[in-house]
Structure formats: C-alpha cells, structure tokens
T-cell receptor
Framework: DQQVKQNSPSLSVQEGRISILNCDYT??????FLWYKKYPAEGPTFLIS?????DKNEDGRFTVFLNKSAKHLSLHIVPSQPGDSAVYFCAASEESGGGADGLTFGKGTHLIIQP | ETGVTQTPRHLVMGMTNKKSLKCEQHLGHNAMYWYKQSAKKPLELMFV???????ENNSVPSRFSPECPNSSHLFLHLHTLQPEDSALYLCASSQRLTTVGLKAFFGQGTRLTVV
C-alpha cells in the first residue's frame, strides 16, 4: 500500500500561470516532507521541504503548503516557467525515527509548462 | 552537480554476469542509500547505511549485495539478476540524526538493463 500518493501522473500549465502539484500521505508518523524535481537522465534534486510544525514554507517561486489534518501537501509554482517542466516527486520521512527508513516517495507528477 | 557521483551511468548485463555499481559522495554525510526506480513505480528504498553500518534492508533479494567500505563510498554488487531488475538505481546521501530534516542528495543514477 502506497504511503505517499501523487494522483496526477501529469499536469499541463501555461507559462506564467500557477502550477499546483498535490500529494497525499497515509502514515501519520510522517513529520517531514520534501519535494524533488527530476529531469530525464538525471537524479532527483531537492527543491523545498516543510516540517510538520509548519503549514507553509516559501522559497522564491516555490511554496509548499501542509494540511496535517487532511494529510495533504501541495507545491505551488508561480509564475511557471518552461524550465520547470520536469517530474516532481513528493517524499516524506519520520524524523523522530532518525530517518532510519529513509524517504518514502510518491510516483511523481510530470509537469509540462506550455509556452 | 549534487556532490553525489554514480558510475557507470548506463549498464547492460546478462543474467549470469556479475557487476558492481559505485557511488561516491564528498558532502561529509554520514548516511548513504540505494534506491530503485522502476517504470511507473515510486522510488523504492533498498538499503540504508549509517556510519558505514547497514541499518535497513527492505526485503531486497540476495542477488543485490551492498557494501559500504567508508562513509564516502557505497557499492551495489549485482549477480544473477533477472530482466525485471532492469531499472534506474539511485544512490543518495544525507546527514542523519539532524534537527534540520532528512534532506537527501541524489546521484544521477545508473540505468541498468538486464538481458
């Protein structure tokens, strides 16, 4: 059973608009969440993270929102740029466990920014 | 460039071959990981090493054998693989037992094809 779910395999957004990528999780022990971005033929690169003690974290054009009661997080990219076209992975971990289980990933959402 | 280097980038091997994947990090991290990414599946954690000791083995078949000779190097030894083992194998490293969250840095991966 998947503990981290990204239900949209792909998302197409016009350049300049807002991209919203969603992620749901089932394990209530998760207390740290990350978004990774992956281009073809490259490994995932860290984008932004949020601890469960916060509900929002912002870094430039990227903002992550966390709704703990709904076990839902989202990544907002605004304005979207062509270079944002990539696969975005949501990941979660149990910090209280020292990260012994590593990160649990979703399947990813392929974001396509159209000119 | 994330500071995590994997070699080779691509590998084709027969089912009777023995090969090894190599990962190297110069980030001063004390934990290293092997992940597997198969088509249309989330990244799956295979092994976790912390301070050169294996702390996690997610029911990985014995035809995959990890080795961590020091905190900067991680190997994945492969023998008698099956075609379904064809996937992208990703190495990652992080600083464990930290209060700032388990942020893992990934290598570019090795694309493995078993024929």
């Amino acid at each position: 059973d998947q503990q981290v779910k990204q239900n949209s395999p792909s998302l197409s957004v016009q350049e300049g608009r807002i991209s919203i990528l969603n992620c749901d999780y089932t394990n209530s022990m998760f207390d740290y969440f990350l978004w990774y971005k992956k281009y073809p033929a490259e490994g995932p690169t860290f984008l932004i993270s949020i601890s469960s003690i916060k509900d929002k974290n912002e870094d430039g054009r990227f903002t992550v929102f966390l709704n703990k009661s709904a076990k839902h997080l989202s990544l907002h990219i605004v304005p979207s740029q062509p270079g944002d076209s990539a696969v975005y992975f949501c990941a979660a971990s149990e910090e209280s466990g020292g990260g012994a289980d590593g990160l649990t990933f979703g399947k990813g959402t392929h974001l396509i920014i159209q000119p | 460039e994330t500071g995590v280097t994997q070699t080779p980038r691509h590998l084709v091997m027969g089912m009777t071959n023995k090969k090894s994947l190599k990962c190297e990090q110069h980030l001063g991290h004390n934990a290293m990981y092997w992940y597997k990414q198969s088509a249309k599946k989330p990244l799956e954690l295979m092994f976790v090493y912390s301070l050169e000791e294996r702390v996690e083995n997610n029911s990985v078949p014995s035809r995959f054998s990890p080795e961590c000779p020091n905190s900067s190097h991680l190997f994945l030894h492969l023998h008698t693989l099956q075609p379904e083992d064809s996937a992208l194998y990703l190495c990652a490293s992080s600083q464990r037992l930290t209060t700032v969250g388990l942020k893992a840095f990934f290598g570019q991966g090795t694309r493995l094809t078993v024929v």
